[in-house]
């Protein structure tokens, strides 16, 4: 091989030996670079946050935990039944629930003539925390509702004997008084109404016998209701509360007291990601009047209130959350007294605005009696300022009559008009139809059937309702319903005041 070639094959060799020195430079670059990347993840700032949450975690719950307590419930087993059946809340041989899907749970099964079979001795758990140094706890009314005995278990391992107990069903909330205990650690109850969603929170309590156990999570909803307590709107979170957490407090992180964890949505019995507390502001008035009268001692208006969807709010001038609808005014109430109406728009009392059922509820719940109070409405289009004094509510006000529904094969309709467009079938009410369904038998006409294709059926006729007003004008009879439809469309919108069985009034507006 020549000189000049062994020239030329060094030179391409040592080209070679660059071009891989150089690859291989780039692979050692972007792999640590790639290491480099790893590392930067565990970034100590994040950290540190991490750290600092996790602490504020430790010093809320160290703060409110001395406060928390265990309760126990105890009730005695029930008296046998004799000479016959007995159900409960029903006389001797009467079944409450007869005619419902509910009866046969309900039956004893007690031989003829004979024994029923007895109760046991119920046991039950669940949480509380003390509210005062006394010796005052807060817990739910469902914890100690029924009980015989109801002892408390204090953070120091401590027990004693409920001295008295004071409830208010409407709500859940019970107030436990215990002596003997000397100065105890009080949890501080914060201001509920400053809650925002996403604000994080923890549960306290005693689930399933697991003492002083926390969960942490958010606020995760404000405002809902639950339809088996009337007086109280909840806050909705997902720390976890699982059974025996009832009555224990939802507190922030600066350990104060915001909630009162009362109910959970599940299938299963057990938490599903869902929670609900009572607001610590409720809770405050609540126990306040417990702890000074015994009661609770409401104010009240003497209207029905509906909320408005947005074809409603369209329909009466007003913004969608911006006002509550009355559609029904008492006899012999404050709200009669003060010149309220049908149709009326609440938009403000005593100076705050009103946006929903619930708020305005309220409101005017937690005013003094007998003292004025100034309430704006929207009547037909214009802002009248009307003054009502609320009066102590009475036991009886907004109880249900539960009266069984009319059974098929009643008697025929006298007189009867299918709207088609609507697709509705009235009829006027008879004397029969109106007992049967806990009407009163002074006007309205009866729907009798609703087509499942039609707008009716879409906004939630059913058959049973009583129809009371077509828009402005209230309806007696079908003739008059007839009448009344004539100068209504649907494509402008017909709003209807109807009547449910065992439901109240409520508006609802018809519109293609």
């Known amino acids: 091989m020549s000189t000049g070639q062994n020239g030329r094959r060094f030179r391409v060799l040592a080209l070679l030996a660059l071009v891989a020195a150089v690859g291989l430079g780039v692979v050692i670059e972007r792999t640590s670079a790639t290491v480099g990347e790893a590392r930067k993840e565990v970034n100590p700032t994040a950290v540190r946050q991490a750290q600092e949450l996790s602490e504020a975690f430790h010093n809320a ?12 419930s105890r009730s005695k087993a029930q008296p046998v039944a004799k000479s016959g059946p007995r159900t409960p809340g029903g006389p001797r041989g009467e079944n409450p629930f007869k005619g419902t899907p509910f009866e046969d749970f309900f039956n004893e099964r007690g031989g003829e003539g004979g024994m029923g079979v007895p109760q046991p001795r119920r046991e039950g758990m669940g949480s509380g925390v003390i509210i005062d140094s006394s010796g005052i706890v807060l817990t739910n009314n469902h914890v100690v509702e029924g009980a015989d005995e109801v002892v408390v278990h204090l953070a120091d391992g401590r027990e004693f004997k409920a001295d008295e107990i004071k409830t208010d069903e409407q709500t859940d909330l019970a107030v436990i008084r215990i002596k003997g205990a000397g100065q105890l650690p009080a949890a501080r109850l914060g201001d509920s109404d400053k809650l925002r969603i996403g604000d994080w929170v923890m549960a306290i309590g005693s689930p399933f016998e697991l003492d002083q156990t926390v969960s942490a999570g958010i606020i995760s909803g404000v405002g809902r209701e639950l339809s088996s307590i009337r007086k109280a709107k909840f806050l909705q979170t997902d720390a976890a509360i699982n059974p025996g957490n009832s009555g224990g407090p939802l507190i922030n992180l600066h350990g104060e007291v915001i909630g009162i964890n009362t109910a959970i949505a599940t299938n299963s019995g057990s938490f599903n990601g869902i929670g609900f507390a009572i607001p610590s502001n409720l809770a405050t008035w609540v126990t306040g009047q417990l702890i000074k009268q015994g009661s609770v001692r409401r104010a009240y208006l003497g209207v029905e209130l509906n909320d408005m969807s947005h074809d409603l709010a369209e329909r009466f001038g007003v913004r969608y959350g911006e006002g509550v609808l009355i559609s029904q005014v008492f006899p012999n109430t404050p709200a009669e007294a003060a010149g309220f109406k049908r149709r009326d728009v609440v938009t403000k009392f005593a100076g705050q605005k009103v946006k929903d ?76 139809r109106a007992e049967a369904l806990g009407y009163e038998a002074d006007g309205g006409v009866l729907i009798t059937k609703v087509d499942a294709d039609k707008v009716a059926y879409e906004k939630g006729l059913r058959a049973g309702m009583l129809v009371l007003d077509v828009g402005k ?22 709003d209807l005041l109807v009547r449910v069985p065992n439901g109240g009034n409520r508006f609802v507006l018809l519109k293609d």
């Open 473 to 494: 004008t209230s309806v007696k009879n079908v003739e008059e319903f007839k009448t009344a439809l004539k100068s209504q469309s649907l494509k402008e919108g017909i």
């Open 61 to 72: 719950a160290e703060v409110a935990m001395p406060s928390v307590v265990t309760i126990r």
């Open 357 to 432: 059922r619930g708020e305005l509820q309220a409101l005017v719940e937690r005013v003094d009696v007998d003292k004025p109070q100034e309430v704006e409405v929207l009547r037909d289009g214009k802002t009248e300022t009307l003054h009502v004094t609320p009066k102590a509510m009475p036991k009886e006000f907004g109880s249900v009559d539960l009266k069984r529904p009319a059974q098929r094969g009643s008697a025929p309709d006298t007189n009867s008009y299918n709207a088609e467009e609507l697709g509705v079938e009235v009829a006027d009410l008879t004397a029969d």
